[in-house]
């Protein structure tokens, strides 16, 4: 996993123009290739380098015991959630310039009441790994896993709030337009 620049809730990363006057499929687009692809690519690496961590320092008081369990659990979790994205809410969040973007109100709420699941999971995945505490004497490869996990974190939360946020809420409203 690489850490990569974390877009902020009010612009974007490459041209500085406010979420908020984003077109939806703009938004869209975005999180696909900047949240759900890396999602999709760097859990299983985070699997398994748990699993190996857990495996090789199962004595430490520190060892993060149960952490790969757990991030099977979130993976399985996170790959349902953005199929039912790709598949359901995002098409019909697009036909909604069509008319039909009122039926997208129901899979949004899904979609944020999941949401709450995962933030959930990113403070379970701080408990097992004891907000990322490493013993002095941790290999590379420990440093690693808790590093690529705090980028997984920041990221699970931005992608979090640009959905919730700014076009969750746009859709509720109605606003399929980017402001003038």
Not at 44 to 50: D, E, F, G, Q, V
Not at 76 to 85: C, G, N, P, T
Request: aromatic fraction near 6%; proline fraction near 6%.
């Amino acid at each position: 996993m690489s850490t990569r620049p974390i877009p902020s809730g009010k612009a974007d990363d490459s041209d500085g123009t406010a979420w908020e006057t984003r077109d939806p499929e703009a938004i869209i687009a975005f999180i696909l290739d900047h949240f759900h692809a890396p999602l999709r690519r760097d859990l299983p690496n985070l699997l398994r380098h748990a699993r190996l961590i857990e495996g090789e320092y199962g004595a430490s008081a520190l060892c993060p015991r149960g952490l790969g369990d757990h991030l099977e659990q979130v993976h399985l979790a996170v790959e349902s959630h953005l199929a039912k994205e790709e598949k359901i809410l995002f098409p019909l969040i697009c036909a909604g310039r069509g008319g039909r973007g009122s039926m997208a109100f129901m899979p949004i709420k899904v979609m944020m009441a999941e949401h709450e699941d995962h933030v959930a999971g990113l403070r379970r995945t701080r408990l097992l790994t004891h907000d990322f505490s490493l013993p002095a004497n941790a290999s590379p490869a420990w440093r690693s896993l808790y590093a690529d996990l705090q980028v997984l974190e920041a990221d699970l939360n931005q992608h979090i709030h640009l959905e919730d946020n700014v076009l969750f809420t746009r859709v509720m409203v109605g606003e399929h337009t980017p402001s003038l």
